[in-house]
């Protein structure tokens, strides 16, 4: 059919001129890439040979793609308030949607090709962020309330500044972090001419939901046994960097050898070590005080609490 | 808030009317509260007094003492403040985005105002605390604070959840638990030195 074949063909010269003018659309052309397999890519029209991918995920991925071009026909100015509304265009079965497939990484599946499909979202990012803050000021605070009733001699206090560590930190690395990775891996691109990255809100995105995983691990910390808390801490953060890994790794993998090592071992490294200051900062076990003033306390072992201690009059609790 | 208009002839004394008109309204805002049901009296007239009585309130009961250890002890008076106002506009700004019908101020004016079991629930803990430590007054304060917090989200979903989309309402009442929980906590851990 002459009619039909005319219409494809027109819609795929729309699609690649849309593409041509809005360079920050993350997909790539599959036109230089031959040898490429199964890689990010999103193909409209005849397309020849499509590697690893379904073709129920081509036909998918086209439908996403004329949405993006509808999408991105009407992007207004960053000075407007619909411009922020656009980041919070989803819906609760999507931000669950991509909640589950932050835990459950699968290494066939990038998080952002598969859950994001050009859609990146900042509610997710900003309110696991939020909560994961809050989580980890009161569970330091559980802890010191359990502890203080298995050892008295224990002072127990609210620790509010806690929270604003909390806050601070977690919103740092979750915004940072991203940052970095996004302008390191753009100069790679400038350098290697290759693969397009992410975009600045994709990378948000991945290490936002990424830190999910972190919240009923810290919440799991409650229970004072020291090698289930190692355990547990492992567990989250193998399940939370595999999932970074998986989504960068299609990305790195275009540039050489050392950088690609580098860059995944920097990216797990990071993530290793906030899970480690969570731990050390939030959960240490106390020190028990003396009646004598409490700066004197740094004179003491900080795990064995001293019996012959005058317990002292505790916060009613 | 309706203006009254005074006498021209007496520049210097204020009319008590304005006053006790702007008291009533948020006594009977209170009572919405308090009994919440469906109706539309917090989202029209709305307007910040209460909300800024029951803050600083409650961050008058909260605050710790000057004389007490800087590090370590319960939130400053400004650190509350700052978090149920800037809370507030963060849960705002957030129902917005997310495509709610609700202005912005009237929001404000619903999350302040279903802070008031709260406030209630701080009250209660403070005299209990008085009666002395042990487990039982920590069960007690731990259910009032658990009563009066469901309380509060009852009171303001009742107000906000309609003016979500169906597909998103759970996105958006989320944050409100978080900020009501996170309220209670500083109340529950309140402890006076």
């Given at each position: 059919m002459a009619a039909a074949d005319e219409l494809t063909f027109h819609e795929f010269e729309e699609a690649t001129n849309l593409l041509a003018e809005t360079p920050d659309a993350a997909t790539t052309s599959r036109s230089d890439q031959p040898t490429s397999q199964g890689h990010v890519a999103v193909a409209v029209g005849s397309g020849d040979s499509y590697g690893a991918e379904d073709e129920v995920e081509e036909e998918s991925d086209k439908a996403a793609l004329l949405q993006e071009k509808q999408h991105q026909q009407q992007q207004p100015g960053f000075w407007t308030f619909s411009y922020y509304q656009s980041f919070f265009d989803v819906d609760t079965s999507q931000v669950l949607d991509r909640i589950k497939g932050s835990l459950l990484p699968r290494p066939g599946h990038n998080f952002v090709r598969h859950y994001l499909r050009n859609r990146p979202d900042l509610y997710g990012p900003f309110w696991i962020c939020a909560t994961l803050a809050f989580v980890l000021a009161v569970t330091g605070n559980l802890t010191l309330v359990l502890a203080q009733r298995r050892d008295p001699s224990i002072h127990y206090s609210p620790q509010f500044h806690k929270v604003t560590v909390a806050g601070i930190s977690i919103y740092c690395y979750a915004w940072l972090v991203p940052l970095a990775l996004w302008g390191f891996l753009r100069w790679r691109k400038g350098v290697r001419e290759r693969v397009g990255p992410y975009t600045f809100l994709e990378t948000v995105c991945v290490y936002g939901y990424s830190l999910f995983v972190f919240i009923p691990m810290v919440v799991l910390w409650?229970?004072?046994?020291p090698w289930l808390q190692w355990l547990f801490g492992a567990l989250a953060l193998g399940l939370s960097a595999a999932g970074l890994v998986f989504t960068l790794w299609p990305v790195v993998r275009e540039d050489t050898r050392l950088v690609a090592a580098a860059l995944l071992s920097t990216v797990v490294l990071l993530h290793a070590l906030l899970a480690m200051g969570c731990k050390l900062y939030f959960f240490q076990s106390l020190p028990p005080e003396h009646v004598a003033p409490p700066h004197q306390a740094a004179s003491l072992p900080t795990n064995i609490p001293l019996s012959p201690t005058l317990p002292r009059s505790m916060a009613p609790s | 808030m309706a203006e009254a208009e005074e006498s021209p002839g007496d520049p210097g004394t204020a009319s008590p009317r304005p006053l006790m008109r702007d008291l009533k309204a948020v006594g009977k805002k209170f009572m919405h509260v308090l009994y919440p049901?469906?109706?539309n009296t917090l989202l029209r007239d709305w307007d910040l007094w209460g909300p800024l009585i029951l803050c600083v309130t409650l961050a008058l009961m909260l605050q710790r003492d000057s004389a007490d250890s800087e590090k370590d002890g319960g939130p400053q008076f400004a650190e509350v403040f700052v978090i149920v106002w800037f809370g507030a506009v963060t849960i705002t700004l957030n129902s917005k985005l997310l495509g709610g019908n609700i202005s912005f101020f009237q929001s404000l004016c619903v999350l302040g105002y279903c802070i008031l079991p709260l406030t209630v629930a701080m009250l209660i803990c403070r005299l209990v605390l008085l009666a002395g430590p042990g487990p039982i007054n920590f069960m007690v304060r731990l259910f009032v604070v658990i009563v009066m917090f469901a309380w509060s989200i009852v009171a303001s979903t009742a107000f906000l959840a309609d003016s979500q989309p169906p597909n998103r309402r759970a996105l958006a009442v989320y944050p409100v638990f978080l900020f009501y929980f996170v309220i209670s906590w500083m109340i529950l851990t309140f402890t006076p030195q």
């Open positions: 409650l229970i004072p046994v | 049901r469906k109706s």
